[in-house]
């Protein structure tokens, strides 16, 4: 299960629809109403169509019910106005080991500083980054879920 935020007019929510398999579902959320109603009629008719499931979120609300694997946020988290929020609610929706990937744009909108502070933020509330793939004129980061209790039951003892 995988979620698209700010999906737009879907082009990661297709491609992410044929890689999940016909087993799989992608849940495309947009704050834009528009943005939905392109997506729903390039799939319209195709064997992806019921793998893709059209979500209308709020600017300060995803308000999604499932548990996903994994979460796409292509240009979209410097809209975000609290991303402290935006976080937890993400944190609350992933599974343990699910992952975001945050791909911010690098010209005119998101600074390297800019970016670490998401990044800060995203930390802030226990995701914890694993990953920064090189992505053109991109910032770009995968965090993932842990589950801190069987990390912590898993480490070995250290000796003094
Ligand atoms: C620059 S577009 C990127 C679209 C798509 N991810 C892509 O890369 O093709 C940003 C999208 O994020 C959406 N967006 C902005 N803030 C959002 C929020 N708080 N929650 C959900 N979507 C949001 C906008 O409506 C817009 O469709």
Redesign the pocket.
């Known amino acids: 299960m995988i979620l698209d935020?700010?999906?737009?007019p879907g082009?990661?929510s297709i491609e992410m629809a044929k890689m999940v398999g016909e087993l799989g579902t992608v849940i495309a959320?947009?704050?834009?109403e528009g943005?939905l109603e392109k997506l729903k009629n390039k799939i319209k008719g195709t064997e992806i169509e019921k793998r893709i499931k059209l979500h209308k979120?709020e600017?300060d609300k995803i308000g999604i019910l499932e548990n996903v694997d994994f979460v796409l946020a292509?240009?979209?988290v410097h809209?975000?106005p609290n991303q402290k929020k935006f976080f937890e609610e993400i944190k609350s929706i992933l599974k343990y080991n699910g992952k975001i990937f945050i791909i911010e744009p690098k010209l005119f909108h998101v600074s390297k500083a800019t970016f670490k502070e998401t990044i800060m933020k995203a930390k802030g509330i226990g995701l914890v980054p694993v990953e920064k793939p090189r992505i053109f004129l991109s910032r770009s980061v995968v965090l993932k879920k842990v589950n801190l209790k069987m990390q912590y039951r898993n480490a070995k003892p250290t000796l003094r």
Request: proline letters at 0%; one cysteine or more.
């Open positions: 935020l700010g999906c737009g082009f990661f959320t947009d704050l834009q943005m979120c600017e292509f240009y979209m809209e975000v």
